[in-house]
């Protein structure tokens, strides 16, 4: 099989866990006959039928809805919104029951469904389109949080998402949708939620980075090693942003003693905040300068020509490392 990139990824998880289990349902908006927005379904209507792969009305509060009594009933749906940014249509339904149906029945129901979902900006779209809201769900107990940052994490996330007994928001970086390719092994296979990933090891720093940043970061580190290659850098990839992966984070501090945080959501009340915060609880002394936080401002994501202002991009990335390295 060919390299995947990460929206063949996540076709290809869905093909195979369909396969695998008949009670997974794949619907929502355009995802039958055209195959989604950005054709992540393309196909799986052809090989399952209508009743397992259809299309919903433009209704994001009934698909989930829909999606929560199928869930109660026995089924693994995975609904898609075409934009998260329209996640908040549905929210009520998955904060009021998804969220809370195991708390309310005492276990005796649980909801396993994944709402998947395009994320993030990079591609000039329109307004509701950019959004980076992960912080939203990840406060909501009861929710569990992934953002892949490539192809063979996506297969491997969206794998054991679909079964978990719990509601898993799925959100995809689509700025890297088909950025670049990645073996990505046919069949069977899992990557744990809550488990971050270690990409490059390092001495001197670490750099907590998920979805699209991550390609941002390793851009600023190649920027690094060509000016200052005797920093050592471990950069690590989050992957579940809820539950996030102390241990992982708090041991590459206590070796390195510095860390920076990226991410292209709003930097007030967001993920970043809540790492340092955990951090400084639970590894202050081990720290040499302060945490820093590379992130978006605090505004709605503008308009596309005047998105590239609002973006992280590798030299902003690479002037908080000398920032950091410098204190």
Known sequence: MPPL?????????????????????????DVGKNGGVFRATVGLQEKFGEERCFDTPVAESGIIGAAIGLGVCGFKPVVEFQFSGFMYSGFDQIMTHA???????????TVPMV????????????????ESTEAIPAHIPGLKVVIPSNPYDAKGLLISAIRDPDPVIFMEPKRIYRAFRQEVPDGEFIVPLG??????????????????MVRETQKALELLAAKSPQT?????????????????????????????????????????????????????????????RIAGPDITFPYLLQEHLYLVQPERILEGIEKTMSF
């Open 115 to 130: 709402i998947r979902m395009p994320y993030c900006g990079g591609i000039r779209a329109l307004e509701h389109h950019s």
């Open 195 to 212: 488990k971050a990933n270690v990409i490059q090891e390092g001495a001197d720093l670490t750099i907590v980075a998920w979805g699209a």
């Open 5 to 29: 990139n990460l929206i063949e990824a996540v076709n290809r998880a869905l093909l195979e866990e369909m396969e695998r289990d008949p009670s997974v349902l794949v619907f929502g908006e």
């Open 99 to 109: 969220a809370r149906m195991r708390n309310r029945s005492r276990g005796r129901f």
């Open 232 to 292: 050592s850098v471990e950069l690590i990839d989050l992957r579940t942003i809820k539950p996030f992966d102390e241990e992982t984070i708090l041991a590459s501090v206590r070796k390195t003693g510095r860390l920076i945080i990226v991410h292209e959501a709003p930097i007030s009340f967001g993920v970043g905040a809540e790492i340092a915060a955990t951090v400084s609880q639970k590894e202050l002394l081990s720290l040499k300068s302060p945490i820093e």
